[in-house]
């Protein structure tokens, strides 16, 4: 049955492609439907149903008609909500916003509903807009992210004996593992981070507290660092390849065009 059903739900863009001479293949995170992947026909053309709503990091209310899995959605109108445009003003605030969307990207199967995700990227977003760049930001982020995705890396307490994270105890990441060992249940594992009991309680941390109170934080070097490199690790390992948004942020960083902080 060829019939196409409508529908109506508020998205994010996270991908916009050109797509022949006038149309465009975008990819939302919805609230109601999850990933979706759609072409909006004429959208480089139609300044009355688009009006330039489909630029990434966009949130917006669309209309789509859909015959059935496994096609391209049909993206028949689109309402901006809250263009975000402060993020398309400022190169950090840009590069900062294509890294949250394409981690919600991979970490993501196509029409597989999660509001919470939905809601994490829409209030981190709103963040940026609003001109929070820190260290700390992409680090909650990445956090919770995982969490809500399933892959919530064990931080409170050692992996092998289970004895809950205390002070006089030295831990270190294992990246293939996802979490803490203790220093007796390290046993020099090489595929493995030495990270301190500041960073640990800060990611904790960071799982939890509001985000209208992320901007108060901020990260220590060494907590900048080690935060990073296990995080970003651990990320890698799942995706089993690097993400690109990441690696041009990080290389910019590096040039010194862009604070870390």
Do not use: W
Request: proline residues 2%; contains cysteine; aromatic residues 8%.
């Amino acid at each position: 049955m060829n019939t196409r059903v409508v529908h109506k739900t508020s998205a994010i863009v996270i991908h916009s492609l050109d797509y022949g001479e006038s149309d465009r293949i975008v990819t939302f995170y919805s609230s109601d439907f999850g990933k979706l992947k759609g072409i909006a026909k004429g959208a480089r053309r139609s300044k009355r149903r688009f009006s330039n709503a489909l630029e990434p990091s966009s949130y917006c209310n669309i209309i789509f008609s859909k015959k059935g899995r496994g096609t391209l959605a049909l993206i028949e109108g689109c309402d901006v909500i809250d263009h975000h445009a402060n993020i398309r003003e400022d190169l950090h605030r840009t590069l900062l916003s294509s890294y949250l969307t394409e981690l919600i990207d991979k970490f993501t199967l196509e029409g597989k509903k999660n509001i919470d995700l939905f809601k994490l990227l829409l209030n981190f977003l709103g963040l940026i807009d609003a001109g929070a760049c820190s260290e700390a930001l992409i680090r909650f982020f990445e956090i919770r992210l995982l969490r809500l995705a399933g892959y919530e890396p064990v931080l409170d307490r050692c992996m092998t004996c289970k004895k809950p994270v205390r002070e006089e105890v030295i831990y270190h990441f294992t990246i293939s593992d996802g979490g803490l060992r203790c220093n007796e249940c390290h046993r020099n594992n090489p595929g493995s981070l030495y990270v301190s009991l500041g960073t640990i309680r800060t990611l904790l941390l960071g799982k939890e507290i509001d985000t209208a109170r992320i901007n108060i934080i901020t990260f220590s070097e060494q907590t900048a660092k080690e935060s990073k490199d296990i995080l970003v690790g651990f990320i890698h390992h799942l995706l089993g390849k690097e993400v690109k948004s990441f690696l041009v942020l990080n290389d910019i960083q590096k040039m010194g065009i862009l604070s870390s902080q």
